[in-house]
């Protein structure tokens, strides 16, 4: 090629060079310019949204207390520690520091320090002092991350009637279901800046809300009484071979609970792992046929219509038609002329129909729910049950019900609801709301509960008679009830338990419901065994450990026997 053309081509080639540099360059200027000018807005958002982040702040979830200030639910510290390899400067020597603190070895922290992993767990669930000697090393690539741990003191003791919290922090059954918005508090909110591997950047004047600690509840329950009814209940079930049981202890003046057991029980400590069906309070949600324990409200509603006195006669022959059905008492057996006081105390069946068809179908029932039954008592615990009540009307009623209702068959009611309702003939015929929160603190103030008073369910001077009623039944044919230098008032309940095919030929519900002092009554218990096998008849199994849970309440409780109490009286 001539030199001419040659300087021709090389000049072609050059130019060829500029322009596709000019263009390139142009094209970067272009996209220079449309990335900060243009896109400049936009993309400081995103790059604000990839370094800066919204964290919540958890609050501190309100401790529940028994009514003498012990804990029965609290809320610890827990720390989960680890680290981003890449980030630590000195491995060998941060795994000295923390082989002591986290009690772990040397050998496998330095190995988890200098691997290449992004991000490695060192320790979960360590105790707060722990995390925070951790924490005060300020040592690069360790992360110390507190949480809040549900802890429950006293175990099995109080489970049921406080509940559980689960791993998202709501609450469950008891006090914490109930309650769980008051405990539960409300959560903040922190702006935090993060570093290019997520760690948090501490930068001065960061945005923030501070997180509302739940409110500390005080209960009506004594951790004392509450132990009290616990061993004697485990004690009764295991005697008595039942399979399984309930107790409830009131106060009848203020409808204050003092005390809620069921065994078997569960530790809420580990409720994870505990068989489901028994984390649901029996005391509540578990309904049965009461027996004779419910012929407290059918006495208490002829007394009270005026259709009866305590010495009312009628002739027992053993066996009443209502409705077409055949009702015989307990023991097949007739008792021949009998006043209302020996029926109730010998609890006659017979008596008790007698009672409710003289009564009458619409008066009758009318008593029934006076005393709350068929409806939810209001109790401030979670998962509360109705009971089940037929009434005149409605498709499933027959008028035999008005016979074996009487005598507590073919009604359902929970433990709180039958009690609530012979508390009220303790407290001169007013029935109280149950109730189990009795304080609430806050950092501001506290604020008490005032007892409620739900109806009249019937006239003082009814239940003054019935409660003299109550007392003959017990120093007649509930001796195992009675403590001594006390009057006791109360009712024993063999109840048969219904099954799809009728009535269980052997399986019985045990109970007993009383009062005492019977004149200044300042607790009310009910006891409920299921299917002892160690006897089927409540005198033999539910009575007697009536009779020893009173027995350490009035010991407990330091209430003087009656003679010395009413001494200055007479």
Same mark, same amino acid.
């Given at each position: ?45 995103? $790059?604000?949204? &990839?370094?800066? /982040? @919204?964290? #919540?702040?958890? *609050?501190?979830?309100?401790? =529940? ?118 405990? $539960?508090?409300? &959560?903040?909110? /922190? @702006?935090? #800046?993060?570093? *290019?591997?997520?760690?948090? =950047? ?369």
């Amino acid at each position: 090629m001539k030199p001419g053309n040659e300087l021709q081509a090389r000049h072609r080639r050059l130019m060829v060079v500029a322009v596709v540099l000019t263009i390139g360059v142009l094209a970067i200027v272009g996209r220079l310019v449309y990335y900060q000018v243009w896109m400049h807005a936009e993309l400081e958002q995103m $790059a604000v949204a &990839e370094r800066e /982040r @919204e964290r #919540e702040v958890p *609050p501190e979830r309100g401790n =529940i207390l028994d009514s003498t200030g012990h804990p029965l639910a609290m809320s610890v510290i827990q720390w989960d520690i680890s680290a981003s390899p890449n980030l630590v400067q000195h491995p060998r020597e941060l795994a000295e520091q923390l082989a002591d603190l986290l009690d772990l070895p040397r050998d496998e922290l330095y190995a988890k320090l200098s691997s290449s992993t992004k991000w490695v767990r060192l320790a979960r669930g360590c105790a707060q002092e722990v995390g925070e000697a951790v924490a005060s090393l300020k040592a690069d690539g360790i992360i110390c991350e507190p949480r809040a741990l549900r802890v429950y003191p006293e175990g099995e003791l109080a489970a049921h009637l406080v509940g559980i919290v689960s791993e998202g922090g709501v609450g469950f059954y008891g006090v914490e279901g109930y309650y769980n918005q008051w405990l $539960a508090g409300i &959560e903040g909110k /922190r @702006e935090i #800046e993060q570093n *290019p591997v997520g760690e948090e =950047i501490p930068l001065p004047g960061q945005a923030q809300m501070a997180a509302t600690a739940g409110i500390n509840l005080i209960l009506t329950v004594d951790r004392n009484i509450q132990l009290i009814a616990v061993q004697e209940l485990e004690r009764a079930v295991e005697d008595y071979q039942a399979d399984s049981g309930t107790v409830v202890i009131m106060n009848p003046k203020t409808g204050a609970i003092l005390a809620i057991a069921n065994y078997p029980s569960y530790d809420p400590n580990g409720f994870p792992q505990v068989d489901g069906e028994l984390l649901a309070d029996s005391s509540l949600s578990r309904m049965w046929e009461p027996g004779s324990i419910f012929k407290v409200i059918t006495w208490a509603a002829g007394l009270d219509s005026g259709t009866i006195s305590p010495g009312t006669t009628v002739y027992d022959g053993g066996a009443r038609e209502v409705g077409g059905r055949v009702i015989q008492n307990y023991d097949r057996m007739g008792h021949g002329w009998v006043t209302m006081t020996d029926g109730l105390a010998q609890s006659l069946n017979t008596v008790a129909a007698f009672i409710s068809t003289s009564v009458g179908k619409e008066t009758f029932y009318t008593y029934v729910q006076r005393f709350g039954f068929g409806n939810l008592t209001g109790v401030d615990l979670a998962s509360e049950g109705p009971g089940m009540v037929k009434r005149p009307g409605d498709s499933n009623w027959f008028p035999s019900d008005l016979g074996t209702n009487a005598f507590g068959q073919g009604i359902a009611v929970t433990p709180v609801q039958m009690l609530s309702a012979v508390a009220a003939v303790a407290n001169h015929g007013l029935l109280m709301k149950p109730y189990i929160v009795g304080q609430f603190i806050t950092p501001e103030k506290v604020v008490s509960v005032e007892p409620m008073a739900v109806r009249q369910a019937i006239s003082e001077e009814t239940a003054d008679t019935l409660t003299g009623m109550l007392v003959e039944v017990v120093s007649r044919e509930a001796k195992k009830a009675q403590v001594e230098g006390y009057l006791i008032a109360g009712k024993t309940g063999t109840a048969q338990v219904p099954t799809a095919y009728g009535y269980d030929p052997t399986a019985t519900i045990a109970s007993f419901v009383g009062f005492a002092p019977a004149d200044d009554p300042q607790f009310a218990i009910l006891v409920k065994l299921d299917n002892p096998k160690a006897s089927p008849w409540a005198n033999h199994t539910a009575t007697p450990t009536f009779g020893a849970i009173a027995r350490r309440l009035l010991v407990y409780l330091q209430i003087p026997p009656d003679e010395i109490r009413l001494a200055g009286t007479r």
